[in-house]
């Protein structure tokens, strides 16, 4: 899923890696860049939040998060992607996020 900044870039929210994977990209560089990190920390308790058994994990390097399943893996698409309120919750938490960078972008 991608979306157009206001200067045309292209934001690419995710990217999958294989069939069952989903590695969120950018969001967190976007929100850095800001100085808005917590947009980043946001968008991921999000996810949390609806899906169930989901965690945010702490980076090796503590300066970044990851969603895992409850056994700690990479959060598969499927957890995603297979459930209609799921989808909609994540495309709102995804909504979500833009909107705060985009605002953050014009201060």
Same mark, same amino acid.
């Given at each position: ?10 934001l ?6 294989d ?10 560089i976007?929100?850095?860049?800001l100085?808005?990190?917590e ?9 949390? *939040?609806?899906?169930?058994? +989901?965690? &945010?994990?702490?980076?090796?390097? $503590?300066? %970044? /998060?990851?969603v895992a399943?409850? #056994?700690?893996? *990479?959060?598969?698409?499927? +957890?995603? &992607?297979?459930?209609?309120t799921? $989808?909609e %919750? /994540?495309?709102?938490?995804?909504? #979500?996020l833009?909107?705060k ?7």
């Amino acid at each position: 899923m991608s979306n157009q900044s206001q200067y045309g870039e292209t934001l690419l929210l995710r990217n999958i890696q294989d069939a069952s994977s989903a590695q969120v990209l950018k969001h967190a560089i976007q929100a850095k860049n800001l100085n808005r990190i917590e947009v980043s920390k946001e968008y991921l308790n999000a996810i949390v *939040a609806f899906v169930p058994g +989901a965690q &945010l994990k702490e980076t090796k390097s $503590r300066t %970044a /998060w990851n969603v895992a399943d409850r #056994d700690g893996h *990479a959060l598969r698409i499927d +957890a995603l &992607l297979t459930d209609e309120t799921r $989808r909609e %919750a /994540w495309v709102r938490a995804i909504a #979500d996020l833009q909107q705060k960078i985009t605002e953050s972008s014009e201060d």
